[in-house]
C-alpha cells in the first residue's frame, strides 16, 4: 500500500448555520458517497464530524462540504489529525451532544414545493395537513426553546411520533431525517376554528369553513409561523373597511396575500428581481408599485405601492387551494387564483403579536370574527419580515421572519454585549466574539404588554445562544423606555452600562455590517434622537470612528410647536416654516379649519413649548403640509411615504436654484419651503423637495468629506428608507468619487439601532483595554 493509500483520520469541526437544515443527512450521505467510515454529530458549538479513509476520499468530502444544503450556511471548518480506528468502517449520524452553546439555529423558512406537492396529493398521507415539514423548510426559531436542535428542545416534544414518522425521522436517506418539527394527521397538531367567544366550530373541517368565512366577509385570526394574522378579502371594500375601523388603523397600509405570481397580474408591477424575492424562502412582504387600475380601494391610501407576500405556511397555502377547488397536483399553482388576502398582523394597537389561541380569543374578540388556531405552541413571536426593491440588493424595512437569528459578521471581535436598541421599531442584539445576532423586530415599547414582550426576547435570545453578557448598550437618552430597561438589567447583574448617541448608532449599525474600520463620515435622518447637547437631533452629518463621533453639521432647527403633536400633525410643522420665513401672521388664514392653529401661531410666535428640532423627518412634514399632501398623520412616516409617492408621479426634476443656504455649520432649507407654500403642484413640489434636499445634502457631504480626509459615507436613519432621495443622493456622491455605504443586512431605521450600538460598545470596550 503506498502512503497515499493508507487511511487517515480527520476531525472536522464546522460552524455556521448547520443546525435544522439537514446538514447530517448531508454530511452521511457525502461520507457514504466518498466511501469514507466515521460519524457526524450536533452539539453546542455546530456539527462535530470525524471521517476516515484514503487522502484523495477525504480531499473529495472536504470538497463536497463547499456545497451544503440550500439553508445552511458555513462559517468555518477547522480540521485535525486523529488516530485511525481500527475497526471503523461505516459512517453512522450520532445523537447530539451537550456543551456551551456557540452555534445558532436558522430562521423559520416557507414550505418548500416538495411538501406543498405532499399537501396537494390525495394518495399521500399529507394530503390537506396543514403541518407539512422537511429539513428544507417550515419553523425553527419560532418553536426552538434551546439548543442543541433536536425534538426535546422544540416546541413539538409533546407530540411523540407515529411510526411511520419515526420511520423517516430515523432514516438518514429520507429528507425528514431528524426534522424536528416533523409531524402527520395521525401524531402531529390539529387546526381548530373558534368563533370570537372561544366556541368551536365546524370541527370536522376548519379548512372549509374558514375559507366560506372569508367569502361571505368575514375576518379570521389565522395562526402563522410567528403569530397570527388578521386576514379578509381583499377584493371586498367592506370586509377592508371594518379591518380598518376594528384596527383602530384609518390609513396604515396592509399587505396582502396571493396564491402565486400570477395571481398579482394587475395588482402590483413584478420583474423578475421582484419575483425573485416574492419566492425567496423567507418569503417576505415586498413593496412593489401598483398596478394601473389596481382597484384596491383602502389596501394603502395615498401610496403608489402595495405591500404583497406570497404563501409562506401550508396552512396559507391550504386556503388558497380550498379555493381552487382542492384541486390534485400542483399545476393549479402556476394558473392565476381569484382570492387575493389582506394579511395583516394581528395585534391591537400598539401592543405586541399575538401567539397563544387563547390570548387570541382574549385579545382579538373586538378584531376577529372567528379565530382559525392549532395546539402548536410559538415560542417567540415573529412578525412578517418587509423589503423594498433596490438596485444591488433589496432593502430590509423590517427584519424578522425569515432573517432572524441568522447571524451577522463583525469587522472585528470583542467582549459579549448585549443592546436594547430604542423605543420605536424595537429590536435587541447579542454578540459574541465578531459576530452579532439580532432579535426579530418587536416594534414600540409603549405599552406594558411590549415591554414584557422584549424582557421575554431577551431571556430566550441569551438562553438559546448561552450567552452572558459583559457589557450592556443602551441610547445616550436617559427618559427612554429602552434605555431604563437597559439600566435595569445592567444595575441587576453588575454589569457596565454604555450609552450611545443616537445617529452615532445609526452609522455605526452601516459601517458594522459593511466591515468597515476606521474613520468614516456619518448622515443620520431620522425622526429625532437625543443630541450629544441634549437637543433633539435628526438631520446631521458625523465624523465616526470606532467609539468616537463628532457632530460637523446639521440641517438648521425649526420649532416643533406642541412638542410630539407636532410629529402627529404636519401641518404644524407647516406652520413652523411659516414663522420661520417670518410669515407668521399667515398661519391662523392658512389653516383657518384647525381649531389650534390660532394656538400654534401664538406658540410659535412666543417661543412656548417649541423645541428645536434639526429633525430630517420633520422637514418632510413641513413639505408635505406645505404642499397639502399630508396634514395629519394617522400613522408613523406616513406624510413622507407620501410625499415620495406624490414625487414619482411626477418624475425627475432639477433642484431649486437657490434652494438652501448655509448658517455657519448648518444647513439652510428655508428658501425651498418658501417656493413650496407658493406651489400649486403638489406633485411637482414634491419632485422638487426630494431634488433639492439630495443636491443640499451632497454639497455638505463633499465639503465635510474634503475638509477631514475621508472617502466614505454611511447614510442611515428612518428617512434613508426613501429611494428617490437616496437614488438622487448616491447620483451625486459618485460624480464626487465619495463612496456611499447604505443598510443592506438590517434596517436603516431603528430596526438596526442595537447592532450600531453593541459594536459601539465593543469598540469602547477594547480602547478601555
Same mark, same amino acid.
Given at each position: 500500500?503506498?502512503?497515499?493509500?493508507?487511511?487517515?483520520?480527520?476531525?472536522?469541526?464546522?460552524?455556521?448555520?448547520?443546525?435544522?437544515?439537514?446538514?447530517?443527512?448531508?454530511?452521511?450521505?457525502?461520507?457514504?458517497?466518498?466511501?469514507?467510515?466515521?460519524?457526524?454529530?450536533?452539539?453546542?458549538?455546530?456539527?462535530?464530524?470525524?471521517?476516515?479513509?484514503?487522502?484523495?476520499?477525504?480531499?473529495?468530502?472536504?470538497?463536497?462540504?463547499?456545497?451544503?444544503?440550500?439553508?445552511?450556511?458555513?462559517?468555518?471548518?477547522?480540521?485535525?489529525?486523529?488516530?485511525?480506528?481500527?475497526?471503523?468502517?461505516?459512517?453512522?449520524?450520532?445523537?447530539?451532544?451537550?456543551?456551551?452553546?456557540?452555534?445558532?439555529?436558522?430562521?423559520?423558512?416557507?414550505?418548500?414545493?416538495?411538501?406543498?406537492?405532499?399537501?396537494?396529493?390525495?394518495?399521500?398521507?399529507?394530503?390537506?395537513?396543514?403541518?407539512?415539514?422537511?429539513?428544507?423548510?417550515?419553523?425553527?426559531?419560532?418553536?426552538?426553546?434551546?439548543?442543541?436542535?433536536?425534538?426535546?428542545?422544540?416546541?413539538?416534544?409533546?407530540?411523540?411520533?407515529?411510526?411511520?414518522?419515526?420511520?423517516?425521522?430515523?432514516?438518514?436517506?429520507?429528507?425528514?431525517?431528524?426534522?424536528?418539527?416533523?409531524?402527520?394527521?395521525?401524531?402531529?397538531?390539529?387546526?381548530?376554528?373558534?368563533?370570537?367567544?372561544?366556541?368551536?366550530?365546524?370541527?370536522?373541517?376548519?379548512?372549509?369553513?374558514?375559507?366560506?368565512?372569508?367569502?361571505?366577509?368575514?375576518?379570521?385570526?389565522?395562526?402563522?409561523?410567528?403569530?397570527?394574522?388578521?386576514?379578509?378579502?381583499?377584493?371586498?371594500?367592506?370586509?377592508?373597511?371594518?379591518?380598518?375601523?376594528?384596527?383602530?388603523?384609518?390609513?396604515?397600509?396592509?399587505?396582502?396575500?396571493?396564491?402565486?405570481?400570477?395571481?398579482?397580474?394587475?395588482?402590483?408591477?413584478?420583474?423578475?428581481?421582484?419575483?425573485?424575492?416574492?419566492?425567496?424562502?423567507?418569503?417576505?412582504?415586498?413593496?412593489?408599485?401598483?398596478?394601473?387600475?389596481?382597484?384596491?380601494?383602502?389596501?394603502?391610501?395615498?401610496?403608489?405601492?402595495?405591500?404583497?407576500?406570497?404563501?409562506?405556511?401550508?396552512?396559507?397555502?391550504?386556503?388558497?387551494?380550498?379555493?381552487?377547488?382542492?384541486?390534485?397536483?400542483?399545476?393549479?399553482?402556476?394558473?392565476?387564483?381569484?382570492?387575493?388576502?389582506?394579511?395583516?398582523?394581528?395585534?391591537?394597537?400598539?401592543?405586541?403579536?399575538?401567539?397563544?389561541?387563547?390570548?387570541?380569543?382574549?385579545?382579538?374578540?373586538?378584531?376577529?370574527?372567528?379565530?382559525?388556531?392549532?395546539?402548536?405552541?410559538?415560542?417567540?413571536?415573529?412578525?412578517?419580515?418587509?423589503?423594498?426593491?433596490?438596485?444591488?440588493?433589496?432593502?430590509?424595512?423590517?427584519?424578522?421572519?425569515?432573517?432572524?437569528?441568522?447571524?451577522?459578521?463583525?469587522?472585528?471581535?470583542?467582549?459579549?454585549?448585549?443592546?436594547?436598541?430604542?423605543?420605536?421599531?424595537?429590536?435587541?442584539?447579542?454578540?459574541?466574539?465578531?459576530?452579532?445576532?439580532?432579535?426579530?423586530?418587536?416594534?414600540?415599547?409603549?405599552?406594558?404588554? =411590549?415591554? &414584557?414582550?422584549? @424582557?421575554? %426576547? *431577551? +431571556?430566550?435570545? /441569551? #438562553?438559546?445562544?448561552?450567552?452572558? !453578557?459583559?457589557?450592556?448598550?443602551?441610547?445616550?437618552?436617559?427618559?427612554?423606555?429602552?434605555?431604563?430597561?437597559?439600566?435595569?438589567?445592567?444595575?441587576?447583574?453588575?454589569?457596565?452600562?454604555?450609552?450611545?448617541?443616537?445617529?452615532?448608532?445609526?452609522?455605526?449599525?452601516?459601517?458594522?455590517?459593511?466591515?468597515?474600520?476606521?474613520?468614516?463620515?456619518?448622515?443620520?435622518?431620522?425622526?429625532?434622537?437625543?443630541?450629544?447637547?441634549?437637543?433633539?437631533?435628526?438631520?446631521?452629518?458625523?465624523?465616526?470612528?470606532?467609539?468616537?463621533?463628532?457632530?460637523?453639521?446639521?440641517?438648521?432647527?425649526?420649532?416643533?410647536?406642541?412638542?410630539?403633536?407636532?410629529?402627529?400633525?404636519?401641518?404644524?410643522?407647516?406652520?413652523?416654516?411659516?414663522?420661520?420665513?417670518?410669515?407668521?401672521?399667515?398661519?391662523?388664514?392658512?389653516? =383657518?379649519? &384647525?381649531?389650534? @392653529?390660532? %394656538? *400654534? +401661531?401664538?406658540? /410659535? #410666535?412666543?417661543?412656548?413649548?417649541? !423645541?428645536?428640532?434639526?429633525?430630517?423627518?420633520?422637514?418632510?412634514?413641513?413639505?408635505?403640509?406645505?404642499?397639502?399632501?399630508?396634514?395629519?398623520?394617522?400613522?408613523?412616516?406616513?406624510?413622507?411615504?407620501?410625499?415620495?409617492?406624490?414625487?414619482?408621479?411626477?418624475?425627475?426634476?432639477?433642484?431649486?436654484?437657490?434652494?438652501?443656504?448655509?448658517?455657519?455649520?448648518?444647513?439652510?432649507?428655508?428658501?425651498?419651503?418658501?417656493?413650496?407654500?407658493?406651489?400649486?403642484?403638489?406633485?411637482?413640489?414634491?419632485?422638487?423637495?426630494?431634488?433639492?434636499?439630495?443636491?443640499?445634502?451632497?454639497?455638505?457631504?463633499?465639503?465635510?468629506?474634503?475638509?477631514?480626509?475621508?472617502?466614505?459615507?454611511?447614510?442611515?436613519?428612518?428617512?434613508?428608507?426613501?429611494?428617490?432621495?437616496?437614488?438622487?443622493?448616491?447620483?451625486?456622491?459618485?460624480?464626487?468619487?465619495? @463612496?456611499?455605504?447604505? +443598510?443592506?443586512? /438590517?434596517?436603516?431605521?431603528?430596526?438596526?439601532?442595537?447592532?450600531?450600538?453593541?459594536?459601539?460598545?465593543?469598540?469602547?470596550?477594547?480602547?478601555?483595554?
Amino acid at each position: 500500500m503506498s502512503a497515499s493509500d493508507a487511511p487517515r483520520r480527520l476531525a472536522l469541526r464546522v460552524r455556521g448555520q448547520v443546525q435544522g437544515v439537514g446538514f447530517r443527512p448531508f454530511v452521511w450521505r457525502l461520507a457514504r458517497d466518498c466511501r469514507l467510515s466515521g460519524w457526524v454529530r450536533n452539539d453546542g458549538a455546530g456539527v462535530a464530524i470525524e471521517v476516515q479513509g484514503a487522502a484523495a476520499a477525504l480531499a473529495a468530502f472536504r470538497a463536497g462540504l463547499a456545497t451544503p444544503p440550500p439553508l445552511a450556511r458555513i462559517d468555518t471548518v477547522e480540521a485535525a489529525e486523529r488516530p485511525c480506528e481500527a475497526a471503523a468502517d461505516e459512517f453512522h449520524i450520532l445523537a447530539s451532544a451537550a456543551g456551551p452553546v456557540r452555534t445558532g439555529i436558522g430562521p423559520d423558512m416557507a414550505v418548500c414545493a416538495a411538501c406543498i406537492a405532499e399537501l396537494c396529493d390525495p394518495h399521500a398521507r399529507r394530503w390537506r395537513y396543514a403541518f407539512t415539514t422537511c429539513t428544507h423548510c417550515g419553523p425553527r426559531y419560532t418553536v426552538a426553546a434551546r439548543l442543541p436542535w433536536d425534538r426535546a428542545n422544540t416546541a413539538l416534544a409533546g407530540f411523540p411520533l407515529c411510526a411511520d414518522c419515526a420511520a423517516e425521522y430515523a432514516d438518514p436517506a429520507d429528507r425528514r431525517f431528524h426534522a424536528e418539527p416533523l409531524a402527520c394527521p395521525a401524531c402531529g397538531p390539529r387546526l381548530v376554528l373558534r368563533d370570537a367567544a372561544g366556541r368551536v366550530l365546524a370541527a370536522d373541517d376548519p379548512l372549509a369553513a374558514t375559507l366560506a368565512l372569508l367569502h361571505d366577509g368575514r375576518i379570521v385570526a389565522v395562526k402563522g409561523l410567528g403569530g397570527f394574522h388578521l386576514v379578509c378579502d381583499a377584493r371586498n371594500a367592506a370586509s377592508v373597511a371594518a379591518l380598518r375601523a376594528r384596527k383602530h388603523r384609518p390609513a396604515k397600509p396592509f399587505a396582502l396575500l396571493a396564491a402565486n405570481l400570477a395571481s398579482l397580474a394587475g395588482v402590483v408591477r413584478v420583474d423578475a428581481d421582484a419575483a425573485a424575492l416574492l419566492q425567496a424562502p423567507q418569503r417576505p412582504v415586498v413593496l412593489l408599485e401598483r398596478a394601473p387600475g389596481a382597484g384596491l380601494p383602502g389596501i394603502a391610501p395615498g401610496l403608489d405601492r402595495y405591500g404583497v407576500m406570497l404563501p409562506a405556511t401550508p396552512l396559507q397555502v391550504l386556503l388558497f387551494h380550498e379555493a381552487a377547488g382542492r384541486p390534485a397536483g400542483t399545476a393549479w399553482l402556476a394558473a392565476p387564483q381569484p382570492l387575493l388576502l389582506v394579511c395583516t398582523s394581528a395585534n391591537p394597537s400598539g401592543e405586541p403579536l399575538v401567539i397563544d389561541d387563547d390570548e387570541a380569543v382574549a385579545r382579538l374578540a373586538g378584531s376577529a370574527d372567528a379565530i382559525l388556531g392549532h395546539d402548536r405552541a410559538i415560542l417567540q413571536r415573529v412578525d412578517d419580515s418587509v423589503l423594498l426593491p433596490r438596485p444591488g440588493a433589496p432593502l430590509l424595512v423590517r427584519r424578522a421572519r425569515g432573517w432572524t437569528p441568522q447571524a451577522l459578521r463583525l469587522p472585528a471581535a470583542g467582549p459579549a454585549v448585549l443592546a436594547f436598541g430604542g423605543d420605536l421599531k424595537n429590536t435587541v442584539c447579542a454578540t459574541r466574539g465578531d459576530t452579532a445576532v439580532l432579535s426579530q423586530h418587536l416594534g414600540d415599547l409603549a405599552s406594558a404588554s =411590549a415591554r &414584557r414582550a422584549l @424582557a421575554d %426576547t *431577551v +431571556a430566550h435570545l /441569551l #438562553a438559546l445562544l448561552d450567552l452572558h !453578557p459583559a457589557r450592556v448598550a443602551c441610547d445616550r437618552y436617559p427618559d427612554g423606555i429602552a434605555s431604563r430597561l437597559a439600566a435595569a438589567f445592567a444595575a441587576g447583574r453588575g454589569l457596565p452600562l454604555v450609552a450611545v448617541q443616537h445617529h452615532h448608532a445609526h452609522v455605526a449599525a452601516v459601517l458594522a455590517e459593511h466591515g468597515h474600520v476606521g474613520p468614516a463620515l456619518g448622515l443620520a435622518l431620522d425622526g429625532f434622537g437625543w443630541g450629544a447637547d441634549d437637543t433633539l437631533w435628526g438631520g446631521e452629518w458625523l465624523r465616526v470612528d470606532g467609539a468616537h463621533s463628532v457632530r460637523l453639521g446639521h440641517l438648521l432647527p425649526l420649532a416643533l410647536p406642541g412638542g410630539d403633536a407636532a410629529a402627529r400633525e404636519p401641518w404644524r410643522m407647516a406652520a413652523s416654516a411659516l414663522h420661520a420665513l417670518g410669515r407668521g401672521a399667515e398661519i391662523v388664514q392658512r389653516w =383657518a379649519g &384647525r381649531p389650534a @392653529a390660532r %394656538t *400654534v +401661531a401664538a406658540m /410659535l #410666535a412666543q417661543g412656548v413649548r417649541c !423645541p428645536p428640532t434639526s429633525s430630517a423627518g420633520r422637514w418632510f412634514d413641513a413639505a408635505a403640509g406645505l404642499l397639502g399632501v399630508c396634514e395629519t398623520m394617522s400613522y408613523e412616516g406616513e406624510a413622507a411615504m407620501r410625499l415620495e409617492a406624490a414625487a414619482r408621479r411626477h418624475g425627475a426634476v432639477a433642484p431649486l436654484a437657490g434652494g438652501w443656504r448655509w448658517c455657519g455649520d448648518a444647513l439652510d432649507l428655508r428658501p425651498l419651503l418658501a417656493h413650496l407654500a407658493a406651489e400649486a403642484d403638489a406633485d411637482r413640489g414634491a419632485a422638487l423637495f426630494h431634488a433639492t434636499l439630495a443636491a443640499a445634502l451632497a454639497e455638505a457631504l463633499v465639503a465635510a468629506a474634503r475638509a477631514g480626509g475621508l472617502a466614505t459615507v454611511a447614510a442611515a436613519g428612518g428617512v434613508c428608507l426613501n429611494r428617490e432621495l437616496l437614488a438622487a443622493l448616491r447620483t451625486h456622491l459618485d460624480a464626487t468619487g465619495l @463612496a456611499l455605504l447604505e +443598510a443592506r443586512a /438590517l434596517p436603516p431605521n431603528d430596526g438596526g439601532l442595537a447592532l450600531g450600538q453593541a459594536w459601539v460598545a465593543q469598540q469602547a470596550a477594547l480602547a478601555d483595554a
